[in-house]
């Protein structure tokens, strides 16, 4: 992955799966179908004359936003999943995350409470899990999603072992 200008200096990121890619473009296609659904059905009343109190201008206008909508939203889904990336560094475990509004989070193992895996049914038929920590903050929101299944498994063995071997603060 390329460097950003929020990276720490010399950190060399490992992204998510690619099938992370698929996933997302699946819910995104799912989401995308059901909303045209939505906007159909207004539009064909309108267009066969029982909806006589709504103007068919407005129907299109609103069927043209969703395709905007969802063609600038497929097309930024690559991109956003590229953007996914974590590094496990000596006393901490950095995630970054973002296209246009980027995140990069630092979580010092000895502030881990538990890690949780969790596995969704698209998930699981691409052999893939979503990782999150939680710490004490409640505004930690530090998940890794599209990991393949056995680095997931690895990941939370690794980080609960280190989370243990320093217990900061407890």
Known sequence: ???EPIDPHGVVWTGVSPKYLTVRLLGWLLS???WLIVLGIPLVLVLTGVWTWLAPWIIWSLVALEVIIAAWTGLLIPRQVRAIGYA???DDLLIRSGLFFQRAMVVPYGR???VDVAVGPVQRAFGLCSLKLHTAAPGTNA???GLPADEGARLREQLSARGEARLAGL
């Open 1 to 3: 992955m390329p460097s």
């Open 32 to 34: 995308t179908v059901i």
């Open 88 to 90: 496990e560094r000596d």
């Open 112 to 114: 881990m409470q538990y």
């Open 143 to 145: 998940e890794i999603p």
